[in-house]
Nanobody, 117 residues
Framework: QVRVVESGGDLVQPGGSLRLSCTASGSVFAINSMGWYRQAPGQQREWVATITSGSSTNYADSVKGRFTISRDNAKNTVYLQMNMLKPEDTAVYYC???????????WGQGTQVTVSS
């Protein structure tokens, strides 16, 4: 079994920064891609960013230029550096981990990010 845990969510003022972390533990043999998604109140979950095993990255247009995704393979950890935060970035942020074996995916429980003055 694989356990995925996010951390780093907080209340921050507009224009501020936060760094989210997500660590996979347990029966993790080889991770393919790692990504971040978010879900605002009353909205569907949306994709934010992905990083592949080869460290290729992709971003949603809404966060491009403000957010940076990175990973530490030795720690099975993915990060999301969020700068120039806006109120519309307020959401629960979820981490998704996809392993090579059968392309199984695992999700964390989420971490709350609130951008407000």
């Amino acid at each position: 079994q694989v356990r995925v845990v996010e951390s780093g969510g907080d209340l921050v003022q507009p224009g501020g920064s936060l760094r989210l972390s997500c660590t996979a533990s347990g029966s993790v043999f080889a991770i393919n891609s790692m990504g971040w998604y978010r879900q605002a109140p009353g909205q569907q979950r949306e994709w934010v960013a992905t990083i592949t095993s080869g460290s290729s990255t992709n971003y949603a247009d809404s966060v491009k230029g403000r957010f940076t995704i990175s990973r530490d393979n030795a720690k099975n950890t993915v990060y999301l550096q969020m700068n120039m935060l806006k109120p519309e970035d307020t959401a629960v942020y979820y981490c998704r981990v996809v392993v090579f074996v059968a392309s199984r995916e695992y999700w964390g429980q989420g971490t709350q990010v609130t951008v407000s003055s």
